[in-house]
């Protein structure tokens, strides 16, 4: 069967890597998360006191990054290293997040990543979800979807994730943190949060994991075969 590319963008915590994983799996694709490689940037920034508002000391940085997804054999999910450390769950740290999106809007930082992020689509197979997916790192993709879901239901999502590791979070503290990051990530100057023209969207504030399952399944099979003919 022809194999096609999918982006997946929307706002955080609802849902795109969750359902971009779902996909690879059932698909035998790739599933690529480019936010951890801006988290992994933002992780060596804070490690490293990069000043991320100086173009030089960014430039320097970047040439002393090396980000790569690595298998993890025993559980079969694609993990962040960073300068070959594994990072997965460093990133996924709140502090992380605060800056993230910071880091994010950096002109260099995004250049960066789109270039890697091509190179990743070059041979299709792929489920890649983040925040200009569709728009910029992959215009002629097959499949486009904007995701999106209530921002009591996102909160509530993430605030689950994270006090299972951390029982010291608050709500508050999650709720504003996702907020402060939609806002930065779709009203920054270069590449911002935005629907592709052609984006299918999938507010999933009231399906389970199957039902979005099912009915993306739905657009993949249509996709393809449009794209076949
Ligand atoms: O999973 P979550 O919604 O928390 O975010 P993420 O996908 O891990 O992305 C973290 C941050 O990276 C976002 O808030 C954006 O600032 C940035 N990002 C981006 O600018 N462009 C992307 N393609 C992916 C992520
Ligand atoms: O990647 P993104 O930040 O958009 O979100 P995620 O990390 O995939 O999903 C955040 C949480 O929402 C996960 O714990 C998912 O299991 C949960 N989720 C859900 O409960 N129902 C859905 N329909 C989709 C996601």
Redesign the pocket.
């Known amino acids: 069967m022809k194999k096609i590319i999918i982006t997946i963008d ?1 706002y ?8 971009a994983k779902q996909l690879a799996k059932k698909l035998d694709y790739v599933y690529i998360d480019s936010g951890a490689m801006y988290r992994a940037i933002t992780l060596y920034f804070l490690q490293n006191r990069v000043d991320w508002t100086s173009s030089a000391a960014v430039n320097a940085a970047l040439a002393d990054i090396h980000l790569e997804f690595m298998c993890n054999p025993l559980s079969g999910a694609s993990e962040m290293f960073l300068n070959d450390e594994n990072v997965e769950h460093l990133i996924r740290e709140m502090i992380i997040a605060e800056k993230v999106s910071e880091v994010a809007a950096v002109k260099e930082v995004r250049e960066f990543a789109v270039a890697q992020q091509k190179k990743m689509g070059a041979r299709k197979g792929i489920v890649m ?1 983040g925040r200009d997916i569709g728009t910029v790192v992959f215009p002629h993709a097959e499949l486009k979807i904007f ?1 999106t879901a209530d921002i009591a239901i996102r909160v509530e ?2 605030f ?2 994270l006090y299972a590791k951390n029982k010291n979070i608050t709500i508050e503290e999650v709720k504003q943190n996702l907020e402060l990051r939609d806002y930065i990530d779709a009203n920054r100057e270069i590449s911002p949060l935005r629907k592709a023209d052609d984006a299918i969207i999938l507010d ?1 504030s009231q ?3 199957e039902n ?1 399952l099912e009915l993306v399944m739905q657009w993949v099979e249509d996709a393809i075969m449009e794209h076949s003919s």
């Open positions: 929307g955080s915590s609802c849902g795109k890597s969750t359902l979800d995701m999502r993430r689950r994730e999933n399906l389970t994991l979005q």
